[in-house]
């Protein structure tokens, strides 16, 4: 599950491009994305929405090849124009012959974008960014966890996000996601892709335990039983139901 993102606060001030090394365009962007730079009237938008769609298909590639190399000019940027106002600007993310999938969201204050492998097309990719209100790297990983456990059904308290890459884990047991986290400035974001497989399976979970809450009251009810009457036989019995 070959998933990457990237979230670029706009007013932070590593952004400004006066305060970039005079080469660096140079070293980072390939003819083509210098061209669109050019030609652009909001260099500062199409600039940043280019360098974490780079970082965005950079991290899914290095989910599949840990021995992976981040050079920026190798990963071939193409975008549509992007939203003269907050939007969704897509694309796709060219490197050694593999091709990624590239959505990037914009809005007044980040540029926030996401890259999956093509054969990841077909799962359905959660994503989201807010403002991180204590240590980043945990924001980002808490932010995870409630929205992924939020999505599957399970409760966002027993979920976990750990390791690098990172790696969703809820009581003990590893969920098969892919997860990516990042943060920059006053953000922090992450994406996730969701299989079909995944989906169901989790689907069928909630409902399984659902049932067996409902079959518990129902019964405890015909019974007459008081919940946590340790004394009473039936209750013992329902534990274990």
Not at 137 to 155: C, H, K, M, N, Y
Not at 183 to 192: I, K, P, T
């Amino acid at each position: 599950m070959s998933v990457g993102n990237d979230v670029v606060d706009l007013a932070d001030p590593e952004t400004r491009l006066s305060g970039l090394h005079p080469r660096w365009g140079e070293r980072v962007f390939c003819s083509a994305e210098r061209k669109a730079l050019e030609a652009s009237r909001s260099p500062h938008r199409l600039h940043w929405a280019l360098w974490a769609a780079k970082e965005s298909a950079y991290k899914a590639r290095k989910r599949r090849e840990p021995e992976a190399v981040f050079s920026p000019k190798e990963f071939e940027v193409e975008l549509s124009p992007l939203p003269t106002a907050g939007g969704v600007a897509v694309g796709r993310v060219f490197h050694r012959g593999d091709v990624f999938a590239l959505e990037v969201r914009l809005d007044g204050a980040s540029v926030h974008a996401v890259a999956t492998s093509e054969d990841e097309t077909g799962a359905r990719v959660l994503r989201k960014v807010e403002r991180a209100l204590c240590d980043p790297g945990v924001a980002a990983r808490r932010l995870a966890a409630t929205t992924i456990g939020s999505a599957l059904g399970l409760d966002p308290a027993g979920l976990r996000i750990v390791r690098r890459p990172p790696v969703a884990m809820h009581r003990g047991r590893r969920i098969e996601v892919g997860v990516s986290l990042s943060h920059h400035g006053r953000f922090v974001a992450f994406a996730c892709t969701l299989t079909d497989s995944a989906r169901r399976l989790y689907a069928v979970r909630a409902l399984t335990t659902r049932s067996t809450s409902q079959s518990r009251t129902r019964l405890r009810d015909r019974l007459g039983v008081c919940p946590g009457s340790g004394s009473n036989r039936h209750e013992l019995a329902l534990t274990t139901f």
